[in-house]
């Protein structure tokens, strides 16, 4: 039987009683209650997965989030169901991840939690049978979320800043169509004044990104092979050891990359904190990028004073009247504004939250509109982004 999920109401912040109560551990695997609790448990996760999907591969969940206090929880990983009924945790290697996390009971939100990255569990099958699984990554995380289920914590326990590492993506913005339209380096200030008190600052996302870096070099060289269409495309339209500008809110991860190359690089970022960190990066990578705090909108440099400016992941964040002025300030200093940005096709699971969608075609009409040449554009089939270099 499918079963309404029981859900922590984010609005008046009550967490339900069952949510919150210790389970009892299973004594009698034929017992009524537990040969219910866990057809219901199978029941109920199928409908959420033909609902939702399993795009990570991990997914979960426990009894008492349909309202049964006993210690079971059902997870598939892969392919493949189990049910782990009285779970503990027998071992850990010490080393934990920040992982991104949403919970069916916490619908609206997701948040940055750090679980073990690799573990043993023991745990009894639905025949008694007592049984062992060795879980890493995304699949030792929603394990985990799930164990603590059966202990009452839903994850608030787990979070280090309640007001920072719990925030509301992109996918619950959009369903009531007010999507918040903001500047990278602001998102966290204006979401908030907008009513919505937990948003993700950038900070926290992009320290996330580093779970498997000892070194920034390691990382710049994967970002950098990961845009290489981006940053030849920058260059097509850039002398050789022509003068660059970044206007972005990031780690500056290609920047670093185009100085390594012999361009004259200039970084422009408003979040201070981004800008500590993007010029970690620089050093440790021993190249000489200069930072400046600004947002894009009032750039500190000259006019015509350089050849290039480029952004990714920025400018889909910005109203058409706040794209208009970024654009137009880009171009005050640069011959071309090549830039990269989301398309509506991107998986949603690897947005901030803060993002506007557009088709290509929205896209190239606002662009005609504001009297700028396209030169040339490229849509990625498989990862859902878009460039453009305009004049
Ligand atoms: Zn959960």
Redesign the pocket.
Known sequence: MIREIVTYDVHSKKNPEVLSRKTRKVKDFSARETVECIRDLNDTLDDLIRKEGNKRGAIGLSAT?IGVDLAISAVTLGKERYILINPVLIEENGKQRLFRIG???LYEYRAMVRYNDDIVIAYYDPEGNRQKLSLQGDRSCVVQ?EMD?LVGDLLFERLRNKQKDLFVPREAMYRDGTVPIENHGDIFESLRSKGFTKVIPPVIWYSSLFNDYTDYCAYVDKIANENAYLLDMVKRYTPEKGRIIEAGNGTSALSVALSRQGYEMLYCGSDTDMLELAKRISEQNKTFVSYKQSDIFRLPYEDESADTVFSYEVLETLSDAELASALEEGLRIASFYVFMVPSIRIVANTLKGNERLRSVDDWLSFLEKEGHTVKEYREFDNGGYIIFVIA
Do not use: A, E, R
């Open positions: 989030q919970c069916f009971s979320h289920h």
